[in-house]
């Protein structure tokens, strides 16, 4: 019988940044022409932590055995809503209900703001991440926004 590992969800650190780097780097591997350019694309993951501390946004990571194999930001948008920001899960830690735990605390933490919605735009080629986001009720918008990245990343609205 394989042992069941205790996944824990924490705020981010800035200690962080190696564990998010490679997690998001190996999510991108997993599909054709994904690349990540943390000093271009992401340099908030050099300083995950300071990088959203005059934001007022929330960012979490899910951490099994010391390293990180998810993460979710909330981050409002100056209106009535917060945008869900970040989500990745890594491929051993997937089926397991890690993303929908990590969704859920998006939610609350829209709720406790007093947002009267969520939204987040999701890379085209994550097909299980938007199974995941109609299964948990999120709407699929007919706009769409190319990002001009070195990915040549189209994203979906939700």
């Known amino acids: 019988m394989a042992e069941i590992k205790e996944i824990v969800i924490r705020p981010v650190t800035d200690t962080d940044s190696e564990g998010l780097i490679s997690l998001i780097g190996t999510v991108f591997d997993e599909y054709q022409n994904c690349f990540l350019d943390v000093d271009g694309e992401m340099p908030e993951l050099k300083a995950p932590a300071r990088s959203v501390m005059n934001d007022d946004c929330r960012w ?25 920001k970040r989500l990745y899960v890594a491929k051993q830690a997937r089926r397991r209900g890690l993303a929908a735990r990590l969704v859920e605390l998006v939610e609350t933490e829209a709720r406790t703001r007093g947002a009267r919605r969520i939204e ?3 890379d085209t080629r994550f097909k299980d991440a938007h199974r995941l986001y109609k299964r948990m009720g999120y709407e699929r918008q007919p706009r769409t926004r190319a990002l001009c990245d070195i990915s040549n990343t189209v994203e979906f609205h939700y």
């Open 120 to 122: 987040l735009w999701s």
């Open 60 to 84: 979490w990571v899910a951490e099994e055995d010391g390293a990180v194999v998810g993460s979710c930001a909330a981050m409002p948008d100056g209106s009535d809503a917060v945008e869900l």
